[in-house]
């Protein structure tokens, strides 16, 4: 099968997957550290983000890119360089995690890291924003195994055929 059909879809939506779960995974420590006070050293615990990596292969192919892939697959032995037979795992480098730079001062003056006015130095974290962020890469996590269950119906209908 080439590079197109049932195994594209579950490979892109094996993509999405990833890129879903790490968001979660991010915005629960967010969340997890939303009241956390400076380390020993003062330092604030930063929000965390998942952002696209800019210079990460796309997701689309250049035309050139596909035209060499045919050319080396015109015998079934033959496979582009550094990609196994049949795989089917996402790319790994598709996103990454940054930190945004931010504090907010709380007033809490029995706090043992209070200043002398009383303010203590936390992450600014909105904890709102993290709980929608959290519930829409669930929703978006629900609707991509929806489409990997598609994507294995059809498989399964066609070979009924």
Same mark, same amino acid.
Do not use: C, W
């Given at each position: 099968m080439g590079d197109s059909g049932i195994l594209s879809a579950i490979r892109t939506t094996l993509s999405g997957l990833s890129i879903q779960m790490k968001k979660m995974e991010v915005t629960s420590e967010n969340i997890a550290n939303v009241e956390k006070s400076p380390d020993e050293n003062g330092k604030v615990y930063q929000k965390k983000i998942v952002s696209f990596n800019k210079s990460a292969k796309s997701g689309r192919p250049k035309f050139s890119d596909t035209l060499n892939l045919k050319l080396r697959r015109t015998k079934s032995e033959h496979i582009q360089p550094g990609q196994k037979s049949g795989s089917i795992s996402p790319e790994k480098e598709?996103?990454?995690? @940054?930190?945004?730079?931010? @504090?907010?001062? *709380?007033?809490? $003056?029995?706090? $043992?890291?209070?200043? @002398?006015?009383g303010y203590v130095r936390m992450p600014?974290?909105? /904890?709102? @924003?993290? /709980? *929608?962020n959290l519930i829409s890469a669930s929703r978006s996590y629900e609707a991509n195994v929806t489409a990997i269950n598609a994507a294995k119906q059809m498989a399964k209908k066609s070979l009924e055929i």
């Amino acid at each position: 099968m080439g590079d197109s059909g049932i195994l594209s879809a579950i490979r892109t939506t094996l993509s999405g997957l990833s890129i879903q779960m790490k968001k979660m995974e991010v915005t629960s420590e967010n969340i997890a550290n939303v009241e956390k006070s400076p380390d020993e050293n003062g330092k604030v615990y930063q929000k965390k983000i998942v952002s696209f990596n800019k210079s990460a292969k796309s997701g689309r192919p250049k035309f050139s890119d596909t035209l060499n892939l045919k050319l080396r697959r015109t015998k079934s032995e033959h496979i582009q360089p550094g990609q196994k037979s049949g795989s089917i795992s996402p790319e790994k480098e598709q996103f990454k995690v @940054e930190e945004q730079k931010g @504090e907010r001062l *709380v007033f809490n $003056p029995n706090h $043992p890291q209070a200043d @002398e006015q009383g303010y203590v130095r936390m992450p600014d974290i909105n /904890m709102i @924003e993290e /709980m *929608v962020n959290l519930i829409s890469a669930s929703r978006s996590y629900e609707a991509n195994v929806t489409a990997i269950n598609a994507a294995k119906q059809m498989a399964k209908k066609s070979l009924e055929i």
